[in-house]
Protein backbone atom coordinates (compact mmCIF):
# COMPACT_ATOMS: atom_id res chain seq x y z
CA UNK A 1 0.00 0.00 0.00
CA UNK A 2 1.44 3.73 -0.89
CA UNK A 3 2.39 5.54 1.79
CA UNK A 4 0.31 8.23 1.56
CA UNK A 5 -2.50 5.91 2.39
CA UNK A 6 -1.30 5.07 5.80
CA UNK A 7 -0.41 8.46 7.57
CA UNK A 8 -3.34 8.33 10.01
CA UNK A 9 -1.20 5.59 11.47
CA UNK A 10 0.73 8.98 12.98
CA UNK A 11 -2.28 10.32 14.39
CA UNK A 12 -1.17 13.46 16.64
CA UNK A 13 2.50 13.26 15.55
CA UNK A 14 3.38 16.98 13.89
CA UNK A 15 3.31 16.62 10.24
CA UNK A 16 3.60 20.05 9.13
CA UNK A 17 5.57 23.58 10.79
CA UNK A 18 4.15 26.29 9.19
CA UNK A 19 6.52 29.78 9.49
CA UNK A 20 4.25 31.42 12.11
CA UNK A 21 4.85 28.28 13.80
CA UNK A 22 1.88 26.81 13.60
CA UNK A 23 2.07 22.82 14.02
CA UNK A 24 0.22 20.92 11.60
CA UNK A 25 -0.87 17.16 12.90
CA UNK A 26 -1.07 14.04 10.52
CA UNK A 27 -4.60 13.83 11.38
CA UNK A 28 -5.43 17.20 10.43
CA UNK A 29 -3.49 16.76 7.24
CA UNK A 30 -5.76 13.78 6.24
CA UNK A 31 -9.08 15.48 6.83
CA UNK A 32 -8.09 18.59 4.50
CA UNK A 33 -6.58 15.80 2.69
CA UNK A 34 -9.69 13.84 2.43
CA UNK A 35 -11.73 16.64 2.06
CA UNK A 36 -10.40 17.89 -1.20
CA UNK A 37 -10.10 14.28 -2.61
CA UNK A 38 -13.78 13.70 -1.90
CA UNK A 39 -15.29 16.85 -3.65
CA UNK A 40 -13.68 16.07 -6.71
CA UNK A 41 -14.75 12.54 -6.49
CA UNK A 42 -13.43 10.54 -9.64
CA UNK A 43 -10.53 9.58 -10.85
CA UNK A 44 -9.29 12.88 -13.39
CA UNK A 45 -6.48 15.62 -14.26
CA UNK A 46 -5.73 18.08 -12.03
CA UNK A 47 -3.68 21.11 -12.15
CA UNK A 48 -1.77 21.39 -8.67
CA UNK A 49 -0.31 25.15 -8.56
CA UNK A 50 2.26 25.07 -5.65
CA UNK A 51 3.82 26.56 -2.98
CA UNK A 52 5.32 25.69 0.29
CA UNK A 53 2.07 25.75 2.25
CA UNK A 54 -0.90 23.05 4.28
CA UNK A 55 -2.43 24.04 1.84
CA UNK A 56 -1.14 22.99 -1.05
CA UNK A 57 0.79 19.53 0.69
CA UNK A 58 -3.11 18.82 2.04
CA UNK A 59 -4.26 18.89 -1.33
CA UNK A 60 -1.17 16.53 -3.08
CA UNK A 61 -2.27 14.06 -0.45
CA UNK A 62 -5.36 14.49 -1.09
CA UNK A 63 -5.44 13.66 -4.54
CA UNK A 64 -3.37 11.01 -4.21
CA UNK A 65 -5.81 9.28 -1.88
CA UNK A 66 -8.30 9.32 -4.13
CA UNK A 67 -5.88 8.33 -7.26
CA UNK A 68 -6.73 11.64 -8.58
CA UNK A 69 -3.66 12.63 -10.82
CA UNK A 70 -2.13 16.07 -9.84
CA UNK A 71 0.29 17.71 -12.35
CA UNK A 72 2.24 19.44 -10.54
CA UNK A 73 2.72 23.37 -11.61
CA UNK A 74 5.26 26.41 -10.64
CA UNK A 75 3.52 29.21 -9.31
CA UNK A 76 5.15 31.40 -11.23
CA UNK A 77 4.97 29.80 -14.52
CA UNK A 78 4.85 31.70 -17.29
CA UNK A 79 1.57 32.34 -18.47
CA UNK A 80 2.01 31.27 -22.02
CA UNK A 81 3.29 27.99 -20.72
CA UNK A 82 0.50 27.09 -18.52
CA UNK A 83 -2.16 28.57 -21.32
CA UNK A 84 -0.54 25.74 -23.47
CA UNK A 85 -0.16 22.85 -20.60
CA UNK A 86 -4.23 23.68 -20.12
CA UNK A 87 -4.84 23.49 -23.96
CA UNK A 88 -2.62 20.37 -24.37
CA UNK A 89 -4.07 18.21 -21.53
CA UNK A 90 -7.41 19.66 -20.56
CA UNK A 91 -7.51 19.43 -16.86
CA UNK A 92 -10.90 18.99 -14.91
CA UNK A 93 -9.58 20.99 -12.00
CA UNK A 94 -6.94 23.52 -10.90
CA UNK A 95 -6.55 23.86 -7.09
CA UNK A 96 -4.17 26.99 -7.01
CA UNK A 97 -3.71 29.73 -4.63
CA UNK A 98 -6.92 31.94 -4.35
CA UNK A 99 -4.36 35.24 -5.65
CA UNK A 100 -4.12 33.52 -8.63
CA UNK A 101 -7.20 33.06 -9.95
CA UNK A 102 -8.28 34.73 -12.92
CA UNK A 103 -11.43 34.98 -14.62
CA UNK A 104 -9.61 34.01 -18.19
CA UNK A 105 -9.67 30.21 -16.82
CA UNK A 106 -12.45 28.21 -17.99
CA UNK A 107 -14.13 26.91 -14.60
CA UNK A 108 -15.75 28.58 -11.73
CA UNK A 109 -14.90 28.55 -8.05
CA UNK A 110 -16.42 25.01 -5.92
CA UNK A 111 -14.34 24.79 -3.17
CA UNK A 112 -11.92 27.06 -0.68
CA UNK A 113 -9.17 26.14 1.85
CA UNK A 114 -7.67 28.92 3.36
CA UNK A 115 -5.28 30.33 0.85
CA UNK A 116 -6.39 27.91 -2.09
CA UNK A 117 -9.02 27.35 -4.59
CA UNK A 118 -10.69 25.15 -6.03
CA UNK A 119 -11.79 25.79 -9.54
CA UNK A 120 -13.95 23.01 -11.59
CA UNK A 121 -12.97 23.67 -15.27
CA UNK A 122 -15.27 23.02 -18.36
CA UNK A 123 -12.51 20.77 -20.88
CA UNK A 124 -13.84 17.96 -21.62
CA UNK A 125 -11.68 15.70 -20.55
CA UNK A 126 -11.07 13.15 -24.19
CA UNK A 127 -8.69 10.54 -22.86
CA UNK A 128 -8.32 7.77 -20.40
CA UNK A 129 -5.63 7.89 -17.46
CA UNK A 130 -3.29 4.94 -17.36
CA UNK A 131 -4.00 3.34 -14.41
CA UNK A 132 -0.40 3.25 -13.05
CA UNK A 133 -0.10 6.97 -13.65
CA UNK A 134 0.06 8.76 -10.37
CA UNK A 135 1.75 12.07 -10.99
CA UNK A 136 2.59 14.24 -13.54
CA UNK A 137 5.72 16.78 -13.52
CA UNK A 138 6.11 19.57 -15.47
CA UNK A 139 9.24 20.73 -17.62
CA UNK A 140 9.85 22.98 -20.02
CA UNK A 141 12.11 21.01 -21.96
CA UNK A 142 15.08 21.96 -24.32
CA UNK A 143 12.24 23.77 -27.10
CA UNK A 144 10.57 25.76 -23.73
CA UNK A 145 7.33 23.56 -24.95
CA UNK A 146 4.82 22.13 -22.32
CA UNK A 147 5.89 18.72 -21.84
CA UNK A 148 5.06 16.15 -18.99
CA UNK A 149 6.78 13.72 -16.77
CA UNK A 150 4.93 10.39 -15.46
CA UNK A 151 5.64 8.82 -12.09
CA UNK A 152 3.99 5.68 -11.49
CA UNK A 153 2.99 4.79 -7.73
CA UNK A 154 5.39 1.87 -7.95
CA UNK A 155 8.40 4.53 -9.08
CA UNK A 156 7.03 6.74 -5.92
CA UNK A 157 6.88 4.11 -3.48
CA UNK A 158 10.25 2.48 -4.44
CA UNK A 159 12.30 6.02 -4.71
CA UNK A 160 11.10 7.01 -1.27
CA UNK A 161 11.87 3.57 0.31
CA UNK A 162 15.67 3.75 -0.94
CA UNK A 163 15.91 7.62 0.03
CA UNK A 164 14.45 6.91 3.20
CA UNK A 165 17.02 3.81 3.80
CA UNK A 166 20.33 5.42 2.69
CA UNK A 167 19.96 8.65 4.42
CA UNK A 168 18.47 7.20 7.27
CA UNK A 169 15.68 9.68 7.86
CA UNK A 170 13.98 9.17 11.19
CA UNK A 171 10.15 9.74 12.84
CA UNK A 172 11.97 12.18 15.13
CA UNK A 173 13.90 14.58 12.16
CA UNK A 174 12.27 18.02 11.11
CA UNK A 175 13.47 18.90 7.50
CA UNK A 176 13.58 22.35 6.45
CA UNK A 177 13.89 23.29 2.65
CA UNK A 178 13.53 26.15 -0.09
CA UNK A 179 12.77 23.63 -3.04
CA UNK A 180 9.47 24.12 -4.06
CA UNK A 181 6.87 20.88 -4.71
CA UNK A 182 6.85 21.43 -8.16
CA UNK A 183 10.72 20.00 -8.34
CA UNK A 184 11.40 16.11 -8.08
CA UNK A 185 13.64 17.52 -5.35
CA UNK A 186 11.53 19.75 -3.25
CA UNK A 187 8.79 16.57 -3.82
CA UNK A 188 10.99 14.09 -3.26
CA UNK A 189 11.66 15.72 0.82
CA UNK A 190 7.61 15.47 1.45
CA UNK A 191 7.69 12.09 0.33
CA UNK A 192 10.76 10.79 2.26
CA UNK A 193 9.22 12.72 5.88
CA UNK A 194 5.72 12.12 5.63
CA UNK A 195 6.15 7.99 5.44
CA UNK A 196 8.49 7.92 8.09
CA UNK A 197 6.00 10.26 10.48
CA UNK A 198 8.44 13.11 10.67
CA UNK A 199 8.39 16.73 10.17
CA UNK A 200 8.65 19.31 7.26
CA UNK A 201 9.25 22.61 8.67
CA UNK A 202 7.64 24.78 5.74
CA UNK A 203 8.74 27.86 4.22
CA UNK A 204 9.49 30.31 0.97
CA UNK A 205 12.65 31.89 2.59
CA UNK A 206 15.71 31.60 0.80
CA UNK A 207 19.06 30.28 2.64
CA UNK A 208 20.19 34.25 1.73
CA UNK A 209 17.27 35.59 4.44
CA UNK A 210 17.68 35.60 7.79
CA UNK A 211 14.07 34.63 9.11
CA UNK A 212 15.16 31.38 7.06
CA UNK A 213 17.94 30.42 10.34
CA UNK A 214 16.12 31.87 12.47
CA UNK A 215 13.16 29.67 11.63
CA UNK A 216 15.91 27.19 11.45
CA UNK A 217 16.59 27.61 14.54
CA UNK A 218 13.24 28.06 16.97
CA UNK A 219 11.96 25.33 15.45
CA UNK A 220 14.74 22.78 15.78
CA UNK A 221 15.77 21.37 12.20
CA UNK A 222 17.56 18.37 11.45
CA UNK A 223 17.98 19.04 8.37
CA UNK A 224 18.07 21.20 5.21
Known amino acids: MAFWNELEQYGERTALITEDGKAVSYETLVRQADQLGAIIGERCLVFLMC ?18 VPVMIAEHIAEELL ?51 AVLLTTSGGTGSPKLVRQSEENIEENTRSIVEYLGIRADDRAITTLPMSYTYGLSIIHTHLV ?20 LREQRATTF
Open 51 to 68: RSCVEAIAGYIGLLRHRI
Open 83 to 133: NGLMEAYHPAYFYLPTKHVSPAFPGVSVWENGTYTLLKLTFSQDYALGEEL
Open 196 to 215: QGAAIILTEATMMDKRFWTL
